[in-house]
Structures are given as C-alpha cells and as structure tokens.
C-alpha cells in the first residue's frame, strides 16, 4: 500500500471520529464515489474524473508542488491550472501565517448529476465536496476543519480520458488564498468580488404576512442565552442541513445563524416581513409553508434588528464567545455580507467559527483578505420577556 493511501486512510479515521461526535449528519454522506482515486483510471468517465480532480484539489493543499497533484486533471498553463495551484497554495501558507501546518486534506465527494453533452466531447458534473483539513498548531495539537462546497465541473474528452476545462464554486475563502500565493491585487479583488455577487439578499416567501402580536402575558420571564446549545446546533448542522428548515442555496447563512441563535433560545420578536425577528413553522415539520422575517435571512437586516437588542459589537474576535457572531464584508464596499458563528477556540488559541455557505465547521474565524473588514456581535446574556 503506497504512502499515500496510508495517509488517505489515517485521514478518513481522523474525520470520521471528529464528526461521530461533532455533526452525525456528515457520516451519512454516501462515501462510494469518494474513496480512492490515487491514479488516473482508464476509461473513467465524466463523473469518476470530477471526483478525482476534486480529491486532488485536497491533495494538492498539503502537496510540495499542488500544480503537479493538480496536472492530471486540467489543461496544464491553463487560467484554471494556475488558479486552482494558488488556492491550494494559499491555503497552507494562511495557515503557517497563524502557526499551523497543513498536515492532512482529504475530500469525500458527492456526484449530484452528470450530464454528458450531445457532442460527446463535454459533459458537466455537478458534486458537493466535503473537504476535512487536518492542522498541526505549534504546541503539537492537531485541529480537524471542515468545509462544504458545491462544484458545477466542465470537462472535454481528451482521447480515451476526460480532462476538466472549468470549475465553477463559490468559496468565501478563494480571495484570501489567492492573496496569500502571491496572486495580483486585481485577480484577488476580483475574486472578492464574484464571492460578494453570490452573498445577494434572499427572497421572502410569498406567504410571509404581517404577525399577530403574541399575547402579552401578566408576567415577565428572564430567558439566558444557551451559548452550548447554540454551538451544538452550529456543529451538528454546519456541514449538513436541518430539512426542518428553509434552505437558500448560495446563501445560507444568515439563516444559519438564526437557526443556531434559536437553538440557543434567543426570544424570537414578531412583527412583519421587515420588522421583527421569527421563523414560523406553521405547525408542520417540512419547510415548504414556513414563513420568516427577512432579518432571519438576510445578513444587513439581522444586523438591524439584533444589534442593540440582541447583540452588542465587540471590538476584537479575541472577545467573543461560542455562539457570538462575526460579520463579513469582503470588499469593504459597506455592505455586510456574510455571518459566522463562534463555536470556540482552536489549539492555536484562534477563534474558530460554523456557518452554511461556504459551509464551515471549526474554522480560523479569519475568512477574508486583506480589503475584508469584520464585526464582532456579542450575544446578550439574558433577556426580559414580557
Ligand atoms: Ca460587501
């Protein structure tokens, strides 16, 4: 068995034994199409190469040199080729920046669909990759991060093989590793900007109507912030997702948020669409009647309304707690665009956080480059309920 497929297996059990307990869900995922893969099969079709080329997209990250892990698969010169060389790159140097070494990058694939074109020359793969990433900080500890990434995939036949010509994904993280390999400020910036176009405001469902007042009651309750139980809501769901709930492809995660705050029993205020902050799940556990307040979905409105009766701003991550919240603008352009959950401290004594889109679980809360700016909401210890 090569060193290699040692390594693969070492890191399967690592991932396997941090999710049992952190987030059950992701074992579920069906494995077969992501095992394996070290060499380039004969005869592999559009979606055996996919996997393979998202698997050594993960190699690649804790690779000596990623764009020969990578050439395989791409057009060797190609934009994609040099790209996908620097995130990889950029993702181990981000991490020795802050004390840690890439030590293990697995990555279990899930093919969604796979449709060969007319011409029999290009097909297209749409997949999910789970991506584990094992880090060693300074003092020995070894920290397990997680992410979730939809890839829509292009490939062109190329004799008896498939070679991939595109890979279209939306990750939060790109810019910053972009940055971090030395990648040109316009190249980084304009990475920044294709990551804030996917964060645009989420609809309302067109059942959403003004709330009746709850009924007031003749006495007042104090109800504390569960900050465990916020951050076990986070865990569980951050790589997965709650079918109970609504969910917004390409932009999740304010609604994840919501989600995690409820789950810590954050009092839900009703109002309208645009006032307030509630989900109602109209008595049933499927989400296809659910009506919610546009704060519970969208990144500015959840500021608005949590800011000052929910929350507080902090002024350093370094002061935040797990089920705190931290808020990104990628470009620094005024518009927030992104929320993050705090779900604790990692061995290097870095705030790490959960979040849906991109998908997260126990990440370095950093996520942007250098344009990106961030708040720190610090989640009320209790509230007056009347
Ligand atoms: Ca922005």
Not at 55 to 82: E, F, K, N, Y
Not at 118 to 135: F, K, N, S
Not at 183 to 207: G, N
Not at 213 to 225: G, L
Request: glycine fraction near 8%; aromatic fraction near 10%.
């Amino acid at each position: 068995m090569s060193r290699r497929h040692w390594a693969h297996l070492v890191g399967v059990a690592v991932i396997a034994a941090a999710f049992a307990v952190a987030a059950p869900a992701a074992v579920g995922m069906p494995a077969e199409e992501g095992e394996g893969a070290a060499g380039k099969a004969a005869d592999a079709g559009p979606a055996a190469t996919a996997t393979a080329y998202l698997q050594a997209r993960a190699a690649a990250i804790t690779a000596a040199d990623p764009a020969a892990v990578l050439a395989p698969w791409v057009v060797t010169g190609s934009a994609l080729a040099r790209t996908e060389a620097r995130v990889a790159e950029g993702t181990a140097v981000r991490g020795e920046a802050v004390g840690r070494t890439a030590e293990t990058a697995v990555c279990r694939v899930t093919v969604l669909d796979s449709q060969p074109a007319d011409d029999g020359v290009t097909a297209v793969v749409a997949a999910h990759a789970i991506t584990t990433l094992t880090w060693r900080a300074e003092n020995g500890k070894a920290d397990t991060e997680g992410s979730g990434i939809d890839h829509t995939i292009t490939l062109r036949r190329n004799g008896d093989d498939w070679v991939i010509t595109a890979d279209a994904y939306a990750d939060v993280l790109k810019p910053a590793c972009l940055e971090a390999a030395g990648a040109s400020r316009a190249r980084v910036r304009a990475a920044a900007r294709a990551v804030e176009r996917t964060a645009a405001p989420v609809r309302l469902p067109e059942a959403a109507s003004p709330r009746e007042a709850a009924t007031p009651r003749r006495y007042s309750d104090i109800i504390a912030y569960d900050r465990p139980g916020a951050q076990a809501y986070a865990d569980t769901y951050a790589l997965s997702y709650n079918p109970t709930f609504v969910r917004f492809s390409g932009a999740d995660c304010a609604n994840f948020a919501s989600q995690c705050a409820r789950a810590g029993d954050m009092p839900q205020a009703s109002g309208g669409a645009t006032s307030g902050w509630w989900y109602d799940k109209e008595g049933t556990s499927s989400p296809s009647n659910d009506t919610y307040s546009l704060s519970w979905i969208n990144v500015t409105r959840q500021i608005g309304y949590w800011n000052t009766r929910r929350t507080d701003w902090e002024t350093s991550a370094g002061m935040l707690s797990r089920g705190d919240f931290i808020y990104y603008d990628w470009t620094g352009d005024g518009v927030w665009d992104h929320v993050a959950v705090v779900a604790g401290t990692n061995s290097s004594g870095q705030k790490m956080i959960d979040a849906h889109t991109t998908d997260h679980y126990h990440v370095y809360w950093k996520l942007g480059y250098s344009g990106t700016k961030y708040r720190y909401a610090r989640v009320r210890a209790q509230w007056v309920v009347l």
